[in-house]
């Protein structure tokens, strides 16, 4: 079964420093897709970036990247520069293969302070 | 903005009522999924929809149960409410396996 492994609860991190949000995954299947989720408190769940099993470069969207060792199943959400804005939970989600099911972490706390 | 919208944006049921949460996808988007998240975890599973057949179910009983529309829309309907079934609901909307984008969430909360 697919389960998706974010073992920090919480992160503080300085504005304008770099973050890391540390993902883990476990699947069977060859094919299947890493995201990352932003949940402000209003509970919206905005789209950071993704990431495919056969993509060979890490993948990047602005400040968010994605540290992908495929080896290691770990799939890691860093942020530069951290702004307030950033203050929020993350999730890592996985879809497996040809399912549209994602499969959430239990996610991140990041408070960015002034 | 995603474009999917949500309906309502809080609700309160007794325990034993039923309710209909709604969702409008996003345009050109024929896939829907329904998650629910209870408080301090991830989002669950619930189901999915394509071209208005369910596709995919999570681990929810038969009391959960939803319905999408010609137009892509959907609704979340469930029966005989338990107190445990309070969280946030969350639609998320794609085309076909692409990239699922959110609504922002219909608080249930049931006494």
């Known amino acids: 079964a697919q389960k998706i492994t974010q073992t920090q609860p919480g992160m503080f991190v300085q504005e304008k420093e770099a973050v890391t949000l540390d993902c883990t995954y476990d699947?069977?299947?060859?094919?299947?897709?890493l995201f990352w989720y932003k949940q402000p408190s209003s509970g919206e769940m905005i789209f950071l970036i993704y990431?495919?099993?056969?993509?060979?470069q890490n993948a990047t969207e602005g400040r968010y990247s994605l540290n992908f060792q495929k080896a290691r199943k770990s799939a890691n959400l860093v942020i530069s520069a951290s702004q307030l804005g950033d203050s929020a939970m993350y999730f890592c989600?996985?879809?497996?293969?040809?399912?549209?099911?994602?499969?959430f972490g239990k996610g991140t706390k990041l408070t960015v302070n002034p | 903005e995603t474009g999917v919208t949500q309906s309502p944006t809080h609700l309160i049921k007794t325990r034993g009522q039923q309710v209909t949460l709604r969702c409008s996808s996003q345009?050109?988007?024929?896939?829907v999924s329904w998650y629910q998240q209870a408080l301090g975890q991830g989002p669950q599973f619930i189901f999915q929809?394509?071209?208005?057949?369910?596709?995919g179910r999570g681990n929810f009983p038969p009391r959960f149960s939803g319905l999408q529309f010609p137009n892509y829309s959907s609704e979340l309907n469930v029966n005989a409410l338990e107190l445990d079934d309070s969280a946030l609901y969350l639609c998320?909307?794609?085309?076909?396996?692409?990239?699922?984008?959110f609504g922002q969430g219909t608080r249930l909360t049931v006494v």
């Open positions: 989600a996985m879809r497996e293969g040809l399912s549209g099911k994602l499969v």
């Open positions: 345009s050109g988007h024929n896939t």
């Open positions: 929809y394509y071209r208005e057949e369910e596709n």
């Open positions: 990431q495919g099993s056969y993509d060979e």
């Open positions: 699947t069977s299947d060859q094919s299947y897709g």
């Open positions: 998320a909307s794609s085309l076909a396996l692409g990239e699922a984008f």
